[in-house]
C-alpha cells in the first residue's frame, strides 16, 4: 500500500489459502456458541455469513481476529504457525492472528477524543512502529478515496454514522492487513447511510481484498460474496456460491431463513432477522 495506490491489497490474489480453521468451538459457561466451526478463506476471496442473530457468525470473526480464544479446533493463517487450541495458546500466537487481520465493528469504535486523522494513524503509528510522516500521507490518501479528505481534522461526534463507519475501514485498512474482518458494519447505521458504506466495501471486494463478512444485507452478500455461509445454533448449516444459496438452498432450515428475510423486503418491508 502506497500513498498512490491506497486501497490496494497488501497481496494480489492467487488463489492460494490464506486462512484454514478447523473444529472451532467456544462455549461462554453452560452456552455452547460455535459447535465445530469450518472455514476456509482464500486469497482475494470475499466469504460472507448469514443467519440469525445469535447464531455464532460474531464469534467466529471475534475467533479468526484472536478477541476469542476458542475451546477446540485449529487456525492456519498462512506465514504463521497453526495454532491449535487443544492446549493453552500462547499471548504471542494470538496477538499473530491479529497482526494479519483487521476488523471492523458494529460501533466504529473510534477514539472519541482523538481527531478523524489521529484515529486511522494511531495504530500503524503506536502498534507497527511506522514513521508518522509516512503513517499521516497514507492515512491522507485513504481519506480522500473514501471521501473524507476535508474531515481529517474532524472529532467523531462531527461525522455521521456512514462517516464514522468509513474512517472505521480507513483505520483498518491503514494496519495494512492481509485479512479484513467485517461484523455488521451497516447495523447501526440509519437506512440511507448504508449504502455508502456498503459501496466503499464493494469497492475493496473489486480491488482484490481478502474479507470475512457478517451482514444481514443480503443484496450485498449477492453481488460481492464468493461463498455463503448460512449459520444457525453455532454451525454452518448450508454453503456455497450467492447463486446457489439464494435461489436453490438444500436446506429446509436455510429456506425458511431466507423466506423470512427476503419475502418482507420484496414486499418493501425491513425482513425479519430475529431467530
Known sequence: MSPTDPLAPVERPDDSVLLSARGIRKSFGDNEVLRSIDLEVRRGEVVVLIGPSGSGKTTVLRALNGLETPGAGTIDFAGGPVI?????????QRYALRDRSAMVFQQHNLFPHMTVLQNVVEGPVRVQKV???????EASALLDRVGLAEKRDAYPFELSGGQQQRVGIVRALALKPQLLLFDEPTSALDPELVGEVLQVIKELADEGWTMVVVTHELSF???AAD?????????????GAPGT???NPTHERTRRFLDRILRPL???????VSP
Do not use: C, N, S
Request: charged share 30%; glycine share 12%.
Open 221 to 223: 452478500a449477492r453481488q
Open 227 to 239: 461463498e455463503v455461509l448460512f449459520m444457525d445454533g453455532g454451525v454452518v448449516v448450508e454453503r
Open 266 to 272: 420484496e414486499d418493501g418491508g425491513q425482513g425479519d
Open 84 to 92: 491449535d487450541f487443544a492446549a493453552p495458546v500462547p499471548k504471542a
Open 245 to 247: 444459496i439464494f435461489t
Open 131 to 137: 514513521p508518522k510522516a509516512r503513517a499521516v500521507a
